[in-house]
Nanobody
Framework: QLQLVESGGGLVQPGGSLRLSCLSSGTFFREYEVRWFRQTPGKEREFVARIGNNGASNSYADSVKDRFTASSDSAKSTVYLQMNDLKPEDTGIYYC???????WGQGTQVTVSS
């Protein structure tokens, strides 16, 4: 059964950077589409970024465009979310989601605060 495990969250000051990882068990990288979402208390989970190998380009929410970059390493069965120039409004729990298998990771907390 496919499982996704996120890591890399933490506390960072505004303007700082973090790189989140989403490790996949199994061999799903033959064909994949992974989306990153984030959620803050009282709000619905919102789309952040998408990466896949089905020919479509990566896509990003307007709020993170030019600051966040999704990438992947097939040899490590891992997708990444590089987050630069972080802002307090980026605070939340970040989840990765495998669109093909409809599986969520457990989430990793990102807190941006001085």
């Amino acid at each position: 059964q496919l499982q996704l495990v996120e890591s890399g969250g933490g506390l960072v000051q505004p303007g700082g950077s973090l790189r989140l990882s989403c490790l996949s068990s199994g061999t799903f990288f033959r064909e994949y589409e992974v989306r990153w979402f984030r959620q803050t208390p009282g709000k619905e989970r919102e789309f952040v970024a998408r990466i896949g190998n089905n020919g479509a380009s990566n896509s990003y929410a307007d709020s993170v465009k030019d600051r966040f970059t999704a990438s992947s390493d097939s040899a490590k069965s891992t997708v990444y979310l590089q987050m630069n120039d972080l802002k307090p409004e980026d605070t939340g729990i970040y989840y990765c989601y495998n669109q093909v298998y409809q599986v969520w990771g457990q989430g990793t907390q990102v807190t941006v605060s001085s």
